[in-house]
């Protein structure tokens, strides 16, 4: 599995991005996706994530009520829209799959086995 991110930039805060990260090969739609992002300095931390059957999504606390992930299968496309974005959003941003992954490791990184190659948002105060 091949994953290519886009979508980041700078964006004032308050703002809104859709970040979107396209994958290719056939384990795509039972693949569990998810978003990582990590600052300066700090370590690459959980997101959000969706299962492959599209029915479970997870987020980080501090995302909760403004990022939502989604995907189109048809697509091979997970989605990241980020609303009422915050100074303390910026980030490089990573898409990750993890092909038949359990619901009840979603929110660990290690358990990804595939990453794409990050996009940087920056969000100015």
């Known amino acids: 599995v091949q994953l290519q991110a886009s979508g980041g930039g700078l964006v004032q805060a308050g703002g809104s991005l859709r970040l979107s990260c396209a994958a290719s090969?056939?384990?795509?739609?039972?693949?569990?996706m998810g978003w990582f992002r990590q600052a300066p300095g700090k370590e690459r931390d959980f997101v959000a994530a969706?299962?492959?059957?599209?029915?479970?999504?997870l987020y980080g606390d501090s995302v909760k009520g403004r990022f939502i992930i989604s995907r189109d299968n048809a697509k091979n496309t997970v989605y990241l829209q980020m609303n009422s974005l915050k100074p303390e959003d910026t980030a490089v941003y990573y898409c990750?799959?993890?092909?038949?992954?359990?619901?009840?490791?979603?929110?660990?990184?290690?358990?990804?086995?595939?990453w794409g190659q990050g996009t940087q948002v920056t969000v100015s105060s």
């Open positions: 969706i299962h492959w059957n599209g029915g479970i999504t």
């Open positions: 990750a799959a993890n092909p038949y992954g359990d619901r009840a490791t979603m929110m660990t990184r290690s358990t990804y086995n595939y």
């Open positions: 090969g056939r384990t795509f739609s039972v693949s569990t």
